[in-house]
């Protein structure tokens, strides 16, 4: 079992560098498959997503090269086996191998997934697509049984009933290689979407439309390999932005696109934090006399639900009250009791959190329950007197490349030990 000791109050300065996004890693990797020789993805970041995901690739007989950045892989020698469901129940985004897997065979065995507890996240969006498509969806022992038939899949309309990011990703994957033409309206329009697009049609398909909300897909009959640049990851901005909002003097955090942030950037601005936006880069010079907010996530280009929890505890610097609204995961509110236990004034009424400030925080032992909120106790413990103790560090690891390291270069006093698991 890992912990991270942070002792807080440094001042942080320096620069830092975004991997490449999280979200999209882990859908282009399942859409390298589709292709008949090796795809290379750069910008890959090193997280244990990444690595869970090479696993069930090795398993399926691709051969895999990872050097820390740059990931080849080359499915020429796959084979669809059922998906062990250790390695599925480890993370959500392995569910995108049922897209990939029914496209490419016609047919697949996936574990039900699992990744954060951030509530009920169902895949009934995901099933309908298939099935709109022509597949045969059959839940058997805790594994989803995909089938398309001896026809294989055909194109069609699908109109899904709540924008999802996943579903949208699953059925591109899935229609690439039908016959004929799918249209998927009401689909989400998030940055990682048009990332996959990009990679898929760099192997050869057809996708139009990616990045609104009707994605036109004409189907092709194979698919080649490619090399591509994965865009960078927002949430990782997004994160140590609101770390350098809470305790940098001068922070310049580079690889980052900036319509990608525009959300949380107008919150930062409108609680006054000074920030000089460049090109592929924002600098964050010292916030002082921070002006509380209230924040609603929604679907993309609205307030990212990923960042409401790294956000929280810059809240806490701000004067005034404030509310946290999460309509994408009304149930993401684990990090608030922990945040109390330091000294937060915050609460939960009706899955709304409110919060007022500014408050000190100060260090005790707290859990990371899950990826972002564990993004949050790190920014907390930054700001926290004394030393923090953060377990449930692997949640953190599922998204953040080196983290360590890249607060240390900053100035953070934050280092990683191993204990014993009792």
């Avoid at 496209?103 to 009920?120: H, I």
């Avoid at 698919?223 to 932005?241: F, M, Q, S, V």
């Amino acid at each position: 079992m890992k912990k991270l000791i942070v002792n807080g109050g440094r001042p942080l300065s320096g620069e830092i560098t975004i991997s490449g996004a999280k979200n999209s890693t882990v859908a282009l990797i399942p859409a390298a498959i589709l292709a008949d020789s090796p795809v290379t993805l750069e910008g890959v970041p090193d997280i244990q997503d990444v690595h869970s995901l090479i696993e069930i690739l090795e398993i399926m007989n691709v051969k895999v090269d990872f050097d820390g950045s740059t990931l080849v892989i080359d499915p020429t020698k796959i084979v669809s086996i059922p998906m062990p469901s250790g390695k599925i129940k480890s993370l959500r985004a392995s569910y995108y191998f049922m897209g990939a897997l029914l496209s490419k065979f016609g047919q697949g065995v996936v574990g039900l997934p699992g990744g954060c507890f951030l509530g009920p996240r169902p895949i009934d969006q995901h099933l309908k697509g298939f099935e709109a498509l022509g597949a045969t969806v059959d839940n058997e022992l805790g594994a989803m049984y995909l089938r398309s038939g001896d026809e294989g899949l055909t194109g069609a309309r699908v109109y899904l009933d709540v924008v999802s990011i996943g579903a949208t990703i699953n059925l591109m994957l899935a229609a690439v290689r039908a016959k004929g033409k799918t249209i998927i309206e009401n689909a989400a329009r998030e940055p990682e979407i048009i990332d996959v697009a990009t990679l898929l049609n760099n192997m050869g398909a057809k996708v139009r439309g990616a990045g609104t909300d009707i994605i036109r897909i004409e189907g092709v009959t194979e698919l080649k390999g490619c090399r591509h640049t994965i865009i960078p990851d927002r949430i990782e901005a997004g994160t140590y932005l609101s770390m350098a909002a809470a305790m940098g003097t001068d922070v310049v955090v580079k690889n980052v696109i900036f319509e990608h942030l525009e959300g949380l950037i107008a919150k930062m601005e409108e609680m006054g934090v000074p920030m000089e936006i460049g090109e592929d880069s924002i600098r964050v010079l010292e916030a002082k006399n921070l002006k509380m907010v209230s924040i609603k996530t929604l679907p993309y280009p609205g307030f990212a639900t990923d960042l409401q929890q790294p956000l929280t505890p810059l809240l806490l610097k701000a004067h005034g009250e404030g509310m946290i609204v999460d309509t994408i995961y009304p149930k993401r509110v684990k990090h608030i009791p922990e945040l109390v236990r330091m000294g937060a004034k915050a609460r939960v009424e009706t899955d709304m959190i409110l919060l007022e400030g500014p408050t000190k925080l100060k260090g005790v032992e707290v859990e990371a329950s899950d990826l972002r909120a564990g993004a949050c106790l790190v920014t907390a413990g930054l700001m926290a007197e004394g030393t923090t103790t953060i377990t449930g560090v692997e949640n953190i690891l599922r998204g953040y490349d080196h983290i360590v390291e890249k607060l240390t270069a900053l100035g953070a006093d934050i280092k990683m030990i191993e204990v014993e698991d009792k």
